[in-house]
């Protein structure tokens, strides 16, 4: 079975940085496109950015030039750098991956998702 195990959440004051990690497991072929989706209180399920298994990337506009996607596909890990936090990035962050399994066809799988609080 596949899993996806988020980490790196945690409480951060305004202008600080984490480092988020999600690491895929399993029977896993290929993982091609990995995305990062956050859902603050209240809101919808958004999404932030993605990188390709080439390495393209692409940024929600409200996180470009603040965060970075990045991925080792030797461990089936995909890393977000968050700088200048503000509180407005509080939300519950959830990776997602399209992943090729050995004995199957590519689907999405999603993680249980990392909290990250930006306050004071």
């Known amino acids: 079975q596949v899993q996806l195990v988020e980490s790196g959440g945690g409480l951060v004051q305004p202008g600080g940085s984490l480092r988020l990690s999600c690491a895929a497991s399993?029977?896993?072929?290929?993982?091609?496109?990995f995305r990062w989706y956050r859902q603050g209180p209240g809101n919808q399920r958004e999404w932030v950015a993605y990188?390709?298994?080439?390495?393209?990337?692409n940024y929600a506009d409200s996180v470009k030039g603040r965060f970075t996607i990045s991925r080792d596909n030797a461990k089936n890990t995909v890393y977000l750098q968050m700088n200048s936090l503000t509180p407005g990035d509080t939300a519950a962050y959830y990776c997602n991956g399209e992943i090729l399994m050995y004995d199957s066809g590519k689907s999405d799988y999603w993680g249980q998702g990392t909290r990250v609080t930006v306050s004071s």
């Open positions: 990188i390709t298994r080439d390495g393209e990337t």
């Open positions: 399993g029977p896993i072929s290929r993982v091609y496109t």
